[in-house]
């Protein structure tokens, strides 16, 4: 298969890292498929990508509403054009099934289209003044802005941070997961593609020392990240207070089941919401706090759910679940389910590599359902980032509400009943910046505002959509005119 070599884009052109370093992306379904060869790149490789971007926020600043609305609709049919090529590279890349991809594929055009309307909708306010004249509002955009993003969903995921930005005028400064650097990379010829001025968009590829350096640099006037809570809090802290940073950050995420819960729902969406995108979504369930009055018997359903998962490369035909992302990601699902036991919770089904026929060197687990889990125990309160689910038994409702937020994190909650008091009520005292009744945790609207509490995000700004979405990419100024 193609090995792909990929390059930086810095100060308008593809070029390697300045040091010639490198580093390989393989397949994890099969580590010795080679997807590509990328950039290392260094403090020295983000320090110039900036420099190229301060010069190009000047050019992109003074650009029409209609130009850069028009960029964002070339770049999504430009996307829309290739769906095929580009959900085989995204199974390759990052393991998702083939039915994954194709929505993560069809839904990032329609961010960049969303984001492309909002250029139009950047206004000021007007404000009467007492001596006759007239105060304004402008908003403009902050400059350069960095990027910095998860390899869980490489497209959707930036297509929200760089959509906005440039709608809003500002120049990006790109750092991609050194997991999914060649979707990444797609995704600036999409954009180069549909007119974006080369000086307006810079890709840096490689890891932590790139983003640490994008994030530190002065002329950056904004990052936005998701990612870990520890990384998020490393670049809270680089970008300090004079700058601005939107942060999405960890999840541990119930699935709160009552006892006049309908059990089939229930168990489907709990099975959806955990295991799918093989456990690795921010917003997945990891945790369910059942009634005692139904814990055993939708213990027995998720249990019987997860085992006939079809676990496999996702490219073949009728697959459920892929390999996890990476060979980090395999150690951390067998160490957390090690944790597991040793803590003393059961571990009722999976848990375990996959090998043989079909998986051979493959990050293929079977998804793991834990019951007997205790609030304190680390499978309870930790985010692991995997198709790891703990179940937890609660005596009655308020005793559900508690254990649901007794975590440091806060990203999305969900509940399943019929009895609509109770859910609403649910979502008055749940802390959680995400409520889900009767649905998974999992799979959120691009036009509603998206965020969590606690530590699972700075809650200053929220991304995707609502109010505060483009003020994040804007600086407010008010100007007093008087009459002579």
């Known amino acids: 298969m193609t090995v792909h070599q990929g390059l930086n884009f810095v100060g308008g052109a593809w070029v390697p890292a300045s040091s010639g370093a490198t580093f390989r992306r393989r397949n994890p379904a099969d580590p010795g498929d080679v997807v590509g060869e990328f950039p ?23 650009a029409p509403a209609e130009k850069r609305a028009d960029v964002l609709e070339a770049a999504a049919r430009w996307l829309e054009e290739r769906a095929d090529r580009l959900v085989a590279e995204l199974v390759r890349e990052e393991g998702k099934t083939r039915a994954e ?41 902050v400059g350069v802005v960095g990027a910095i993003t998860p390899w869980n969903f490489p497209l959707n995921i930036p297509s929200r941070k760089i959509g906005p930005a440039l709608a809003a005028g500002n120049a990006v400064v790109f750092k991609p997961s050194p997991v999914t650097p060649l979707l990444a990379q797609r995704l600036v010829e999409a954009l180069l593609a549909g007119g974006l001025p080369p000086l307006a968009i810079a890709l840096v590829h490689g890891g932590a020392d790139a983003g640490a350096a994008v994030a530190a640099d002065e002329r950056v006037g904004a990052v936005t990240f998701t990612g870990s ?23 541990k995420n119930p699935v709160v089941v009552l006892d006049d819960a309908d059990l089939e729902r229930a168990a489907q969406l709990i099975v ?3 295991f799918g995108l093989s456990g690795q979504a921010c917003t997945g369930t990891s945790r369910v706090i059942a009634h005692e ?27 459920d679940m892929g390999p996890l992302a990476a060979d980090f990601q395999l150690e951390k699902f067998l160490g957390y389910v090690r944790i597991g036991e040793e803590e003393g919770a059961r571990l009722v089904t999976g848990g375990r590599r996959l090998s043989g026929a079909g998986y051979g060197g493959g990050y293929f687990v079977r998804p793991a ?66 409520v889900k009744v009767n649905q998974p945790t999992s799979g959120m609207a691009m036009t509603v505002p998206f965020g969590g509490l606690k530590e699972s995000s700075t809650q200053t700004f929220k991304e995707q959509a609502g109010p505060s979405m483009m003020l994040f990419y804007t600086q407010e100024k008010s100007v007093y005119i008087s009459p002579r």
């Open 40 to 62: 290392e790149s260094s403090g020295a490789d983000a320090g110039a990508a900036v420099a190229g971007a301060v010069e190009g926020a000047a050019l992109w600043g003074a």
């Open 101 to 141: 991809a194709a929505m993560e594929i069809s839904r990032t055009p329609r961010n960049l289209r969303f984001y492309a309307a909002e250029a139009h909708r950047i206004t000021g306010q007007s404000h009467p003044a007492a001596d006759g004249g007239i105060v304004y509002t402008r908003r403009e955009p």
């Open 229 to 251: 809570t520890r990384a998020g809090r490393a670049v809270h802290a680089a970008v300090g207070p004079t700058r601005r940073a939107q942060l999405e950050m960890g999840g």
């Open 272 to 274: 959806k919401g955990a």
């Open 293 to 319: 009055a139904v814990h055993d018997e939708l213990l027995g359903r998720v249990a019987r759910a997860a085992e006939a998962l079809v676990v496999g490369d996702g490219r073949r035909d009728g697959v």
């Open 369 to 434: 359902v834990f019951d007997g889990v205790t609030p304190r125990m680390r499978i309870a309160r930790e985010e692991i980032f995997g198709p790891v689910l703990a179940f937890q038994r609660a005596s009655g409702f308020d005793e559900a509400i508690e254990l649901a937020n007794g975590t440091p994190y806060g990203l999305s909650a969900g509940i399943v009943t019929r009895d609509l008091d109770r859910a609403l009520e649910f979502a008055r005292r749940c802390e959680s910046g995400l």
